[in-house]
DNA sequence: TCAAAAGTGTTTCCAATACACCCATGG
DNA sequence: CCATGGGTGTATTGGAAACACTTTTGA
């Protein structure tokens, strides 16, 4: 390799992962309180520099995923790459950014094989972030907003079963905005994605809701067109 | 540094831009043949390894559009980022994908710098190309079709001051289906950000259409909200 | 006067919106 | 029987789609 190749080959590359979850309290990012240098003792978007020798990004963001929720088969999508020149105290470090999205009841703090904590934050509660991670935070928020109402990615987020009013609130979370509750069924219902499950609620101290399941079978047979979740 | 980090910092960084033109031919990709190894001789995406000093992958893609093409303010936007492991033969090398939109009119291939030849090709008869190139382009062309249908890009493409009829030439080029005449006037001149400019065609041999221009200002009101362009 | 493309209006249909009351369960 | 959230239908409106003929210019 000649030299002047030589000055091109000093970069790192690293992944964040901006994760997502929802539970009664709304929408949630997962941050990690860094336990090394740089920002050790800061929270920060979960990431990690890339092994040159076996790693892609994409499978990085996964291993990064992997190791903090033991969690597989994870919705998880390239969002864009970061490189301001002063990113990094340690040298020049590109990040390629991801989002994934999780189903909050499937993930345990305890199955995390990372020394450091992790804690679930409100979306309009984060903590200042380091590097560019307020930036790159941001910028997955609009992604997620544009996305779901293009894809049928809001499943990703609740459990199997869920009831309508269930999927209402995570729209409205996401979107930041709230739908009439019949429109949103009749929505909802017309796309024709998820299904009845025939089962309901139990012990609630109300009218129990029927629970529905996403039906990927139904939803690739749409793909032929798009459609658009305007309410 | 210790040596545990210094294996992390063994990546080169590069961009590959993939640049649209349009004509009378329909929608065009800026190719050049490679004048140095790898892929000497081959026809390839215009790219360069990024500056670790200097550069951010943006000011990248900016420098190698205006080497190529001589033209500054140019519409340039980030794809994503590619990286598998074995997609360059000198090392790890990731590359950060962008597309760019320039009116071919103000283009010309003699200002180039470059010593290599560039060429317009159509989008539908590219040559086989090098690296995962022709994964970079199908990514960028589905790309371009998301965003001409929520964003008025497509005026990037023309020139200056263009007819309806044209305009709509390009609309159809990219979304790969015809419009009625009618319809398309009523659409892109209720959205209003197209303004008449009081000028006609001359010398063709028919009736001259009126030529319009595109009205940055009155569209930024309108970003309040977002359109879809879905005729 | 002909060729070639520019330009224009109306009807039909469907999806988005707005809106208010009854139902099933547990306590 | 009451409190709590679940569940449902209709009328109105606005934008998308379908559709055919007249106008202007240069040759």
Chains 1, 2 share one sequence.
Do not use: C
């Not at 003792?41 to 990064?64: F, Q």
């Not at 499950?197 to 990927?216: C, D, E, F, I």
Request: aromatic residues 12%; proline residues 4%; negative net charge.
């Amino acid at each position: 390799m000649d030299i002047n190749l030589q000055a091109h080959f000093q970069a790192a590359v690293s992944v964040d992962n901006v994760i997502f979850g929802f539970d009664t309290n709304g929408l949630n990012v997962l941050l990690i309180y860094r336990g090394a240098e740089p920002f050790r003792d800061h929270w920060a978007l979960p990431g990690d520099l890339i092994d040159l020798k076996t790693d892609t990004p994409d499978s990085a963001a996964v291993k990064v995923l992997r190791n903090l929720t033991g969690l597989e088969e994870i919705y998880i999508d390239q969002i864009r790459t970061f490189g301001r020149l002063d990113r990094h105290p340690y040298g020049r470090v590109f990040t390629v950014a991801y989002f994934a999205l999780i189903k909050t009841q499937d993930y345990s703090v305890e199955a995390s094989s990372w020394a450091e904590q992790a804690e679930w934050f409100p979306i309009n509660e984060l903590p200042d972030l380091p590097f560019d991670h307020n930036e790159i935070f941001n910028y997955a928020k609009e992604l997620l907003k544009m996305k779901i109402r293009k894809q049928p990615i809001g499943f990703e987020l609740l459990p199997k079963n869920f009831t309508l009013t269930e999927l209402q609130r995570l729209y409205e979370a996401i979107l930041e905005k709230e739908f009439d509750v019949r429109n949103f069924r009749k929505k909802i219902l017309s796309m024709d994605f998820i299904s009845d499950t025939g089962l309901k609620q139990n012990s609630v101290m109300h009218r129990p809701a029927k629970l529905y399941k996403y039906n990927a079978r139904k939803y690739t047979k749409l793909m032929t067109g798009g459609y658009d979740f305007d309410l």
